[in-house]
């Protein structure tokens, strides 16, 4: 059975951004208003030397956005598996630059409380099949 073509949207989406590949629309304006592409947020896709994030699900895929002088970060995670998924995230704060200790965790479309401190291992679910999330922490 087809997937509805915005659920298809979302998927494609995800896998665009987490590989760096062209992407629009309104997700990707979250991103870009976070200041994606500006020369002071660094990015971290899930195959850099030194990770910033370690998510204990191979099968999810990520890239992080940092703005180090506020000490803030967006990330999208996007699920390589048909079933839901929830992996632990957690954060290297050398990689980062920063620690995200003491900010919460969001959800940056729904403004749902994922983590009440960065600090900590959390979990995130990812609805199947692909699941994508868009996190931030505030």
């Known amino acids: 059975?087809?997937?509805?073509?915005?659920?298809?949207?979302?998927?494609?989406?995800?896998?665009?951004?987490?590989?760096?590949?062209?992407?629009?629309?309104?997700?990707?304006?979250?991103?870009?208003?976070?200041?994606?592409?500006?020369?002071?947020?660094?990015?971290?896709?899930?195959?850099?030397e030194r990770p910033p994030v370690v998510v204990s699900d191979d099968a999810v895929r990520w890239i992080v956005l940092a703005r180090r002088k506020e000490k803030t970060l967006l990330m999208v995670l996007t699920s390589w598996s048909e079933k839901d998924v929830r992996p632990m995230v957690s954060f290297n704060t050398s990689s980062l630059g920063f620690s995200p200790a003491g900010r919460r965790v969001m959800d940056a479309e729904s403004g749902e409380v994922v983590a009440p401190d960065a600090r900590s291992p959390f979990s995130v679910n990812l609805k199947g099949p692909y699941g994508v999330r868009i996190l931030r922490t505030e």
């Open 1 to 48: 059975e087809a997937l509805p073509e915005a659920q298809r949207n979302r998927i494609e989406w995800g896998m665009r951004v987490v590989h760096e590949i062209q992407h629009s629309g309104p997700l990707s304006r979250m991103l870009f208003d976070y200041g994606y592409g500006k020369p002071e947020v660094a990015v971290f896709p899930y195959w850099s």
